[in-house]
Structures are given as C-alpha cells and as structure tokens.
C-alpha cells in the first residue's frame, strides 16, 4: 500500500501565495496524481490533476491562480502553486494517487490512495 504524505498549507492573508507538496512513497514509479479540497459543509471538489505525460487539468474556480507541475526528477512528488489566494479558497487540502494509465475524469474522487488533509486558511 502506497503511503501519500502531503506537506506546506497554512494562513495567508488574501492575495497572498502558498505551496502544497506531495509525495507518494512505495508502490509504482509513476502516478496520475490530483488536487482536491474541502470546505466545511461542502463536498470533496477535485481541483487540479496531472498525468503520467505532465498533462494538466483544472476547475474553473482555481484556473490562471494555481498551477499544478511535477517533480522532473521524482514522477511520484507533484507540488501546488497557489498565487492570488482568496477567502473562499479555505479548506483542507489533499492530494490524491493512481497507478493507472488512464483516468476518465481525472477532477473526480475516483483516485484509490489519498493523503491526509492539510489546511489552508486564507483571511480578508
């Protein structure tokens, strides 16, 4: 069983910048790995993946503001760029890890080994 350890998040204030990291350890050499996240009282939303060739998918809600990339050297460690942070952009964060070639909606929930959540505070 793979583990997916997540790192970074914290509080910042709004217009503000932060970096998630995510490692897989053990398992496969190369994963589709994703984003997601959740606010209190709101589903699990699915806001960035990236794919096995470095192909990139995003929500609208985050699109131009965050950017998703991998590590060149390490396929199984990806980051999260966070540029123009806002309020609403608070919740806990989690990345997510599939071994398989190819996932059919990469921002669904549909990922079979998950990290545990960090939190992202973004005040006014």
Do not use: H
């Amino acid at each position: 069983q793979p583990d997916v350890v997540v790192s970074g998040g914290g509080s910042v204030q709004s217009g503000g910048s932060l970096r998630l990291s995510c490692e897989v350890f053990g398992g496969w050499s190369r994963y589709w790995m994703g984003w997601f996240r959740q606010a209190p009282g709101k589903e699990r939303e699915g806001i960035a993946s990236i794919d096995m060739d470095g192909s990139t998918t995003y929500a609208d809600s985050v699109k131009g503001r965050f950017a998703i990339s991998q590590d060149n050297a390490k396929k199984t460690m990806m980051f999260l760029q966070m540029n123009s942070l806002k309020p609403e952009d608070t919740a806990t964060y989690f990345c997510a890890a599939d071994p398989r070639r190819w996932l059919p909606q990469p921002l669904s929930a549909d990922y079979n080994y998950w990290s545990q959540g960090t939190q992202v505070t973004v005040s006014s």
